[in-house]
């Protein structure tokens, strides 16, 4: 357990980190480091974090179940997070009208993504995981929402393709996910059994 709290401290708390940071030039670290030695070491962090964490989580399954969830709800969760998917998609890509209207598109797909998963999954391991992502993207959306960070300017061009490219690549990872990766990846499968 201690391993699995390291590494959801690690990676959630350096998010924090970059959350809460001061974006005045005189006092931004990213300003001060540079741009390669700060994201060098922000990556690095990051993935040790993530890597504890994802060794974390399977080390401690069976350390107890908070909740049992109705079978229903794991119809939910897949319901869920195929716009949590598509908004992943877009937030990678150049802005289409689904990353204008969304704003902040990654903070909105971890949010369906945590919820889904937290109404799907009530081991004390999961509901850690996915109760700390949502604490988190809510936590930065409103970090974001102080800073006057509003989204996309009006004057960003914006590419209906890309939409399109959202909906198309998040629908494909979303099968791939359900039909298949998810008992590879997660050992657990994502369609209800």
């Known amino acids: 357990m201690l391993i699995y709290i390291i590494g959801l401290g690690l ?8 959350a809460l940071r001061s974006r005045v030039p005189e006092h931004d670290m990213r300003k001060q480091f540079g741009e390669g030695p700060y994201m060098g070491t922000y990556s690095l962090v990051s993935l040790i ?3 504890l964490m994802i060794y974390g989580f399977g080390a401690t399954r069976g350390m107890g179940v908070l909740y049992v969830p109705p079978t229903w709800l794991a119809h939910i969760n897949l319901v869920l997070t195929i716009p949590a998917l598509i908004l992943l998609v877009a937030s990678q890509i150049p802005a289409g009208y689904i990353k204008k209207a969304t704003k902040h598109p990654m903070l909105l797909a971890v949010k369906l993504w945590a919820v889904g998963h937290l109404l799907a999954n009530g081991e004390l391991n999961s509901v850690m995981l996915f109760g700390s992502f949502l604490a988190f993207a809510v936590f930065d959306r409103i970090m974001v929402k102080r800073r006057g960070d509003n989204g996309l300017g009006a ?4 590419k209906p393709a890309m939409d399109f490219i959202s909906v198309l690549v998040g629908l494909g990872v979303w099968a791939a996910i359900a039909l298949w990766l998810h008992p590879i990846l997660f050992g657990v499968y994502a369609l209800p059994q």
């Open 11 to 18: 990676y959630i708390g350096h998010h924090l980190f970059t």
């Open 155 to 158: 004057d960003v061009a914006l």
């Open 49 to 51: 974090g993530f890597g």
